[in-house]
């Protein structure tokens, strides 16, 4: 039996949706000021990392940054509703890139789910205070470290295998 990250075609598959999504970010509105042009490459090979690993694929989060406390990562931007919602709508664009043969429809669902979840998670500020961060620091930056979280829905014939895993309410304190 294969694991979540070998069902959906592995690194080719989440090489894919992370690019369709950072080639979106630079003239985006909201996220694009948190990420600056010198890093973007950077940026996109730590999402790309973090979403193999969660779901199943080589810890090489892990083995470069440490531990993916995503929280504690994210907590230098400032990020609201409209950031949730932006960064949503970002990777729902990529997502539909990437067709159902290499995609298919259940496992789609399932990373939707997901990035729902963890877009939820990382709401730190009130409607209005997207796109901020703190002087001096971008996504790079800050603690070598996120969290993952299991979802609830994975395709019965999948097996997760991520070692960082937590339940989400572990440490939103929902």
């Known amino acids: 039996m294969s694991n979540f990250y070998e069902a959906v075609g592995g690194e080719q598959t989440f090489r894919a949706i992370v690019h369709e999504f950072y080639k979106q970010v630079p003239d985006d509105d909201i996220l694009g000021p948190m990420y600056p042009a010198e890093d ?7 999402l790309r990392w973090f979403l193999a690993q969660y779901w199943g694929g080589p810890q090489e989060f892990n083995e470069k940054r ?9 907590a230098q931007f400032t990020i609201d509703e409209a950031g949730r919602d932006r960064w949503l709508q970002l990777m729902s664009n990529a997502l539909e890139k990437i067709s159902p043969e290499q995609l298919p429809n259940e496992y789609r669902a399932a990373i939707w789910e997901h990035m729902e979840r963890v877009a939820n998670m990382l709401i730190n500020a009130p409607s209005g205070g997207h796109g901020e961060m703190h002087p001096g620091m971008h996504p790079g930056m800050g603690t070598s470290s996120g969290q993952g979280m299991t979802p609830e829905t994975i395709p019965h014939d999948t097996q997760h ?4 895993s937590s339940t989400p309410n572990e440490h939103s304190g929902s």
């Open 40 to 46: 973007l490459d950077g940026a996109e090979d730590r």
């Open 161 to 164: 295998s991520s070692s960082t």
């Open 66 to 74: 440490g531990h993916p406390r995503l929280r504690m990562r994210h």
